[in-house]
């Protein structure tokens, strides 16, 4: 029995960009397919990130005209992490046994589908697919990046310089991703925690198909430092250390202070005075981004709610209860407002 693969593409205002490139995704279903590799159950699944185009009618379209194509709509957006997050819990539901999850721009050479399907069946759960050029950009980009990634790597969280968004998942990869139930998740960071067997392709980028990309080089480094927070203690570590080596040099200040060798009394005791207020607002500034996220979690919101999907019989079976339930309501709310309102038409 072959396993059921379900591609999973998150889209955001890419209502020109979607017709461009779903029929390369639905070409590369059918290869696989065709050659054995999966089976004829796997799908095409849209995840609309709260898209305010025409985004959602065009995937719409797209399930209509072929059974392959399915699609769920989210009610804003929770940006690409979310909706991968979604559209995997979602294909998880619907009996996905490996999920592969890609930008819809065109970027990403869908022909290394086949080696991460094979790299999986090999053994790997997690299996990225690396762009050649990005597979030693920690190593050239040196400096803080390099060191940010060195320090996760200590503190347990394999974090990897080149990897993105696309990566296919194993039924066991989706199994321990669910027993994490953070409210703000970010699947590399938690999978760089899981300790599964990984593996990576690597793959040439080809040149997006149309419209803007959403992703810029400041803020992969913000989101990396942002990973840091999420997933180790070391920012306070650091400042632990920091703030014990400000005290060393406040000692050292008042010897050389009192030896009479630092030139003005008052300059070299007001400049670590000032360099103890930047240690304190540095300390109090990293406990903040762990309070902060310490009071998301508390207040326990989902990620993510579904608006619509493509097909009600895609629904998992909880919700597709959930659907009856509210069908009954609301038909028994308007046989309820029939009586009423012929009343008042007798009044008239």
């Known amino acids: 029995m072959q396993d059921v693969l379900y591609i999973v593409i998150p889209c955001y205002n890419e209502e020109n960009v979607l017709p461009l490139t779903a029929g390369t995704f639905l070409q590369e279903i059918k290869d696989l397919t065709e050659k054995g590799k999966i089976s004829d159950r796997s799908r095409i699944l849209f995840v609309n990130d709260g898209s305010t185009d025409r985004t959602w009618e065009v995937i719409r379209a797209l399930a209509m005209e072929e059974e392959l194509y399915t699609g769920m709509s989210l009610t804003r957006n929770c940006g690409t992490a979310g909706a991968l997050l979604a559209g995997i819990r979602e294909a998880a539901e619907l009996g996905a046994d490996m999920v592969v999850s890609l930008d819809c721009d065109g970027q990403d050479d869908v022909k290394a589908m086949e080696k991460m399907v094979d790299a999986c069946r090999a053994g790997s759960h997690i299996v990225y697919a690396v762009p050649e050029e990005e597979k030693g950009e920690g190593k050239k980009s040196g400096g803080l990046k390099q060191y940010l990634f060195s320090l996760a790597g200590k503190a347990g969280a394999d974090l990897r310089p080149g990897r993105g968004d696309y990566r296919l998942l194993s039924s066991r990869a989706m199994k321990v991703l669910s027993l994490y139930t953070e409210t703000d998740q970010d699947p590399d960071g938690i999978l760089s925690l899981t300790g599964l067997e990984t593996a ?40 632990s250390a920091a703030g014990f080596g400000a005290a060393l040099l406040s000692l050292l200040g008042l010897v050389l202070t009192l030896a009479g060798g630092a030139g003005e009394a008052w300059t070299l005791p007001m400049c670590l005075l000032f360099f ?3 240690v304190q607002l540095l300390g109090l500034g990293v406990i903040g981004q762990y309070m ?26 909880g919700e597709q209860i959930l659907l009856e339930e509210d069908k009954k309501d609301a038909a028994g709310e308007e046989a309820f407002r029939a009586p009423a309102q012929e009343e008042k038409e007798i009044s008239r």
């Open 200 to 239: 990576e392709i690597p793959t040439a980028s080809r040149t997006r198909a149309g419209g803007k990309s959403r992703k810029k080089a400041g803020k992969k480094q913000a989101g990396l430092i942002g990973r840091i927070f999420d997933l180790t203690l070391i920012p306070l570590h650091l400042v």
């Open 292 to 317: 902060a996220r310490i009071y998301t979690e508390t207040k326990k919101r989902p990620g993510y709610l579904v608006a619509a999907r493509t097909r009600e019989d895609a629904l998992p079976a």
């Open 276 to 278: 103890l207020f930047g």
